[in-house]
């Protein structure tokens, strides 16, 4: 079985604004189906909204937000989250990436900003940068 992730919003969208990163060669890795990734509704709706709202910023026309979205939901697993064990982390706005991760039986969210996700550990869910988990990828057989 492939690794299976949560690819949190700043992830996305980092690999969208430079091809020199990790977000970057972690999107083109997803591509080549090194890895899964699971979504939620919430999520593809949180990364539409970024998207759209980053589009002139990124260099997207609003067709291109479809096409990446569509493409994001072609190869994810999708899952179904039922909102029982709140609260669980400092931010309420990133609960619902948690119980993605939980729900789908993710082995981490990959995300820049780390120290939002403190106390996920609990529930068995790793917190990786872009980075680590591209090292992870790497080793992995």
């Known amino acids: 079985m492939r690794l299976r992730v949560v690819l949190d919003t700043n992830v996305l969208v980092a690999g969208l604004r430079s091809r020199a990163g990790a977000s970057f060669r972690l999107l083109e890795s997803l591509r080549a189906g090194a890895y899964e990734i699971a ?4 999520l ?3 990364y539409e909204a970024v998207l759209v709202r980053q589009a002139k910023e990124l260099g ?4 291109d937000v479809g096409v990446i979205l569509n493409f994001v939901c072609s190869v994810a697993v999708p899952q179904n989250i039922h909102y029982l064990w709140r609260p669980q982390l400092r931010d309420p706005k990133d609960e619902f990436v948690l119980e993605l991760a939980v729900a789908g039986k993710c082995r981490a ?7 939002d996700f403190v106390g996920a550990e609990r529930l068995g869910v790793e917190i990786l940068s872009p980075g680590q ?9």
């Open 39 to 42: 979504v939620s509704v919430p």
């Open 109 to 115: 969210i990959v995300t820049h900003n780390r120290r």
């Open 60 to 63: 997207l026309s609003t067709a």
């Open 133 to 141: 988990f591209l090292r992870q990828l790497e080793e992995t057989p």
């Open 44 to 46: 593809v709706l949180e």
